[in-house]
């Protein structure tokens, strides 16, 4: 059965070409010779997205760039509250400046080729985004130049339901106004974007990139594999 509507996810689909942030962010720390190991990160990430989700710190009108100079902020201070990192004031401030600028060039890049795609797509088909976010999604995507390609945004700081749970996918079903098995979701998470999409009677297509474990997954649950979003064209 053709597909006639998307669903796309947005963090780690649209932004980092399938690799997870986690990763996303330890690159960046590498490339930095942030001098800090990779389980020391781990560790200030996890905090750092704990923080996020369960204090009201990012605003409805906090651009991605303030989204992402907060949290590398939130994760320097982690590292070196807990002793894993020493630098002076001066050095801190250079390695915050450095990864930041980095790190948002790259996404720059990976947005603008995700908005072309995702342009072609929009001439033929109606498009949803679902995604698990700190509320401010709508700002992030004006700030990149996406916010007309969507009809609807679902997003879990809004709507009260969070990936894994199939019923925000039911909500961007809802949206397109279509059956669901003509409903196609993109998404770069295994487990709280393919599983819960097919649950919820989607279509699926796994952006599959670099992820925050190595566990393996059964590449014949989704419908089709990708690793490049052109591959959609």
């Given at each position: 059965?053709?597909?006639?509507?998307?669903?796309?996810?947005?963090?780690?689909?649209?932004d980092t070409a399938g690799?997870?942030?986690g990763k996303k962010l330890w690159h960046a720390y590498e490339r930095q010779n942030v001098p800090v190991s990779e389980q020391q990160f781990r560790e200030a990430y996890v905090h750092a997205e704990r923080t996020l989700g369960s204090n009201p710190i990012i605003k409805p009108f906090h651009t991605f760039h303030h989204l992402l100079d907060v949290k590398l902020r939130i994760e320097l201070e982690f590292l070196m509250e807990h002793g894993?990192?020493?630098?002076t004031e001066e050095e801190y401030l250079q390695v915050h400046r450095s990864l930041l600028d980095s790190l948002y060039a790259e996404v720059?890049?990976?947005v603008a080729h995700s908005r072309e795609v995702l342009c072609q797509l929009h001439e033929h088909h109606p498009m949803v985004l679902v995604s698990n976010f700190y509320g401010n999604i709508s700002v992030v995507l004006k700030e990149f130049s996406l916010d007309?390609?969507?009809?609807?945004?679902?997003e879990s700081?809004?709507?009260?339901?969070?990936?894994?749970?199939?019923?925000i996918f039911t909500l961007g079903v809802q949206a397109l106004g279509l059956p669901a098995s003509e409903v196609t979701v993109v998404g770069d998470?295994?487990?709280k974007d393919i599983l819960p999409a097919r649950k919820a009677g989607c279509r699926t297509v796994w952006f599959k990139g670099e992820g925050w474990t190595n566990e393996t997954y059964d590449e014949t649950v989704p419908d089709q594999v990708i690793?490049?979003?052109a591959q959609l064209l």
């Amino acid at each position: 059965m053709p597909t006639k509507g998307y669903i796309f996810d947005y963090g780690g689909t649209l932004d980092t070409a399938g690799c997870h942030w986690g990763k996303k962010l330890w690159h960046a720390y590498e490339r930095q010779n942030v001098p800090v190991s990779e389980q020391q990160f781990r560790e200030a990430y996890v905090h750092a997205e704990r923080t996020l989700g369960s204090n009201p710190i990012i605003k409805p009108f906090h651009t991605f760039h303030h989204l992402l100079d907060v949290k590398l902020r939130i994760e320097l201070e982690f590292l070196m509250e807990h002793g894993a990192w020493d630098p002076t004031e001066e050095e801190y401030l250079q390695v915050h400046r450095s990864l930041l600028d980095s790190l948002y060039a790259e996404v720059q890049q990976t947005v603008a080729h995700s908005r072309e795609v995702l342009c072609q797509l929009h001439e033929h088909h109606p498009m949803v985004l679902v995604s698990n976010f700190y509320g401010n999604i709508s700002v992030v995507l004006k700030e990149f130049s996406l916010d007309s390609l969507f009809s609807t945004i679902v997003e879990s700081a809004v709507v009260g339901i969070r990936k894994p749970d199939h019923r925000i996918f039911t909500l961007g079903v809802q949206a397109l106004g279509l059956p669901a098995s003509e409903v196609t979701v993109v998404g770069d998470s295994f487990y709280k974007d393919i599983l819960p999409a097919r649950k919820a009677g989607c279509r699926t297509v796994w952006f599959k990139g670099e992820g925050w474990t190595n566990e393996t997954y059964d590449e014949t649950v989704p419908d089709q594999v990708i690793t490049d979003l052109a591959q959609l064209l």
